[in-house]
């Protein structure tokens, strides 16, 4: 079966700009998450979904990053306006339902310059 | 909140066998991952326990204790590729999440 797609697989923008990220989960999988992962640290979680809706966005910075998810299937993180301190690897990850593990995507490489 | 304790870096010699240990505490606990992540690629997943004791898969073993917080990965056998980051990770019912808390990551070399 096909794994979780992301692209674009690499970015370098400047501080203040804006940049949008894109993520298809596995096929039938009803939860959808997005994780930030800073050089030399675990995965951080950003958002989480349940089919189309927000189960938890508790550690999303809301002033600067969007995620939607609006028929269920693909989603996209946006940051508006980026800082530097988000130079990171967003990873995408999706499971059957959020009682299995969760498979993720190659991730993308955010360099905020 | 959740703390996730694991060491940063561990070197270990192929074919041997290495531990890597990590201690959590957190409320709500509903299960404790192993991920391996490869320079530059994402976390795969590795083992999966919610009950105490060694679940074994090929030359992977994870080992849980609920009551002391506390889990390992045993890595048998070691090769030249298991060279990689070993990452726990935490699910907490508390609050309805269900995601995962991640440790920092052991960075496991295997030397010839």
């Known amino acids: 079966e096909a794994g979780v797609a992301q692209s674009p697989r690499y970015k370098i923008i400047e501080k203040r700009q804006s940049v949008a990220f894109w993520c298809n989960p596995i096929?039938?999988?009803?939860?959808l998450y997005w994780y930030q992962q800073i050089l030399g640290q675990g995965p951080k979680l950003l958002i989480q979904?349940?089919?189309?809706?927000?189960?938890?966005d508790s550690q999303l910075p809301k002033d600067r990053f969007s995620a939607e998810r609006l028929k269920g299937v693909d989603s996209t993180l946006k940051i508006q306006p980026a800082k530097l301190e988000d130079s990171a690897v967003y990873l995408c990850?999706?499971?059957?339902?959020?009682?299995?593990?969760?498979?993720f995507g190659p991730g993308t490489r955010l360099t905020v310059t | 909140g959740q703390n996730i304790d694991q060491p940063t870096e561990m070197t270990a010699t192929e074919g041997a066998i290495v531990q890597i240990n990590c201690t959590y505490q957190?409320?709500?606990?509903?299960?404790l991952f192993w991920y391996q992540q490869h320079a530059g690629e994402a976390p795969t997943f590795l083992s999966y326990?919610?009950?105490?004791g060694l679940e074994e898969k090929g030359r992977f073993s994870s080992f849980l204790s609920r009551s002391k917080g506390y889990s390992y990965l045993l890595l048998k056998e070691l090769q030249m590729k298991d060279s990689a980051s070993y990452l726990c990770?935490?699910?907490?019912?508390?609050?309805?999440?269900?995601?995962?808390?991640f440790g920092s990551g052991t960075r496991l070399q295997v030397q010839p």
């Open positions: 990850a999706s499971s059957l339902d959020g009682g299995h593990h969760s498979y």
């Open positions: 096929s039938g999988h009803a939860t």
């Open positions: 979904f349940q089919n189309n809706g927000v189960v938890d």
């Open positions: 957190t409320s709500g606990f509903n299960g």
């Open positions: 326990n919610v009950l105490d």
């Open positions: 990770a935490v699910r907490s019912m508390d609050t309805g999440r269900r995601a995962l808390t």
